[in-house]
């Protein structure tokens, strides 16, 4: 496994791995701030078409052969930042009366 075969390097798969979680790590204090303000299913939807566009410029990377480590890390990052901020929404919990309501109509 020499420089030459830069697919087989296990510390580029590490970073990759830690550019995805490296959102969780910055922004696990104010994560909450924007889901407790926005609507939970337009604020979900918002990260959903993040994280397609991300999914998107990676294929446009790949299918034109531009795609470098550092593309590749910064749309980890862009991925996982999309994925931590989804995720923190749909872990919380309206209040009873709020689903309610809504559920109603």
């Not at 593309?71 to 931590?84: K, P």
Request: with cysteine; charged share 15%.
């Amino acid at each position: 496994m020499g420089d030459d075969q830069p697919h087989l390097r296990a510390d580029l798969h590490g970073t990759s791995v830690g550019s995805g979680t490296l959102p969780m790590f910055l922004s696990c204090f104010f994560a909450g701030i924007p889901a407790d303000r926005f609507d939970s299913q337009r604020y979900i939807l918002v990260c959903q078409v993040w994280m397609m566009g991300v999914a998107a410029t990676l294929a446009v990377l790949v299918f034109f052969r531009r795609l470098t480590h550092w593309n590749l890390l910064a749309l980890a990052f862009c991925m996982g930042l999309a994925s931590y901020f989804a995720q923190w929404r749909s872990n919380v919990a309206e209040p009873p009366a709020k689903r309610f309501a809504t559920s109603l109509g």
